[in-house]
């Protein structure tokens, strides 16, 4: 009964009535831009967008669909709008191949639109939903969802991750049931290709929260420390490191102890890290200082993929503007100055 009566004042003008309808589905539909779009940044102002176009034509909803259809159709309208502007979100693998030693000056892409890290907050349902909920902002997931076109990309998502059947979908996207139908074939096929079998969250249940969080502390500490060693025994022997905005890659334990060596581990006087999760995967949120005394000043967010009880890829999100996105301060909180913290999603 108040969802009905919030409607009936929605579409009468009452602007709390629309937030408090739309409330619910805000922290869904955004993980929703999120995978359309691969970027957290761009997510927010497709939702913006998206409830502002709610909005003003909530007066025109007439109940054919559930209200939460009706929103999905006009959030995924609105990000096909940016899909179309801005194109693909790209990771350094889909720029060339790997490189075989460090490359010491390596300068920023700017003119790439790179995928960003997401910080997926909490989650309704119980553990199991909870679970699917987070491989569907999975990297390796949201990376392969960038090599499709918007309306297989969509197609995919309302379908296989949100449960619309292609009909409904066919009706949210304007078209037919078959042309749904046929961008799902090509959709599945293009991500199977892309996406391992096994996903992060069955790697986790399967090797327990004590021993993840045991990897991402001890890859954490390893950084701190310097220890080469330390970290070498923690990877895999395929091992990726990427670095967006930093167009080369590393594969390979040689290669990617290589760059570690050079870089991370000897060129950068001083790291304080913290532990979270990114993208429903384990992560470090790496500060940088000058000496061990200095302030250490954000990052980046580096995402850790699991593989076989150790770590198979390291992603480094360089550059502070993804930490207000983890509700994390600009400044380590061991600082001498302290912490401080920016607005941003727990």
């Given at each position: 009964m108040e ?9 009468r003008?009452?602007?709390a009535?629309f937030?408090r309808?739309v ?9 929703h831009?999120?995978?359309m779009l ?6 927010d102002?497709a ?5 502002l ?6 007066a025109?909803?007439e109940?054919?669909?559930t ?5 999905y159709?006009v ?9 179309e ?5 790209a990771l ?8 075989e030693r460090?490359?010491?000056d ?10 960003g ?6 989650l309704a ?8 909920q987070r491989?569907?902002?999975e ?5 392969a ?13 309302l ?7 292609a ?7 304007d078209t037919?049931t078959?042309s749904?139908?046929?961008?799902l074939?090509?959709?599945?096929r293009i ?10 969250q ?17 890859y954490?500490?390893?950084?701190e420390?310097?220890?080469a060693?330390?970290l ?11 670095m967006?905005?930093l ?10 102890m290589d760059?570690a ?10 790291w304080?890290?913290v532990?979270t ?20 000043t954000?990052w980046s ?5 699991l593989?076989d009880?150790?770590?198979?890829a ?6 502070a ?5 983890f509700g ?5 909180p ?10 941003g999603?727990?």
């Amino acid at each position: 009964m108040e969802l009905a009566e919030d409607l009936t004042l929605a579409q009468r003008g009452d602007d709390a009535a629309f937030t408090r309808l739309v409330e619910p589905l805000r922290r869904e539909l955004h993980a929703h831009c999120y995978r359309m779009l691969g970027s957290s940044h761009d997510a927010d102002d497709a939702l913006q967008d998206a409830l502002l176009r709610a909005w003003k034509g909530i007066a025109r909803f007439e109940g054919r669909s559930t209200l939460r259809s009706w929103l999905y159709t006009v959030a995924t309208r609105t990000c096909l709008d940016l899909v179309e502007s801005r194109g693909r979100r790209a990771l350094p693998m889909d720029l060339g191949p790997s490189s075989e030693r460090a490359v010491l000056d390596d300068p920023p892409l700017t003119e790439i639109a790179w995928l960003g890290p997401y910080a997926v907050g909490e989650l309704a349902g119980g553990p199991v939903a909870r679970y699917e909920q987070r491989e569907a902002v999975e990297l390796a997931f949201v990376a392969a969802l960038q090599h499709l076109p918007g309306n297989q990309r969509a197609a995919l998502l309302l379908f296989e991750v949100l449960g619309f059947t292609a009909a409904e979908i066919a009706t949210m996207m304007d078209t037919s049931t078959a042309s749904v139908n046929s961008a799902l074939q090509r959709a599945r096929r293009i991500v199977a290709d892309k996406v391992p079998a096994a996903s992060q969250q069955q790697t986790i249940r399967e090797l327990g929260e004590g021993r993840v969080k045991e990897l991402a502390t001890s890859y954490s500490t390893a950084l701190e420390r310097g220890d080469a060693d330390a970290l070498v025994a923690l990877l895999t022997e395929d091992v990726t490191w990427s670095m967006p905005p930093l167009g080369h890659w590393y594969h390979g334990i040689t290669a990617v102890m290589d760059f570690a060596s050079e870089i991370p581990l000897t060129r950068c006087p001083s790291w304080r890290n913290v532990v979270t999760t990114a993208n429903g995967q384990p992560a470090i949120a790496c500060y940088l200082g000058m000496t061990p005394d200095s302030d250490h000043t954000a990052w980046s967010i580096n995402v850790l993929t699991l593989r076989d009880g150790k770590i198979a890829a390291v992603t480094s999100f360089i550059g502070a503007e993804h930490f207000p996105l983890f509700g994390l301060p600009a400044t380590s909180p061991d600082s001498p100055q302290g912490p401080f913290s920016p607005a941003g999603d727990s």
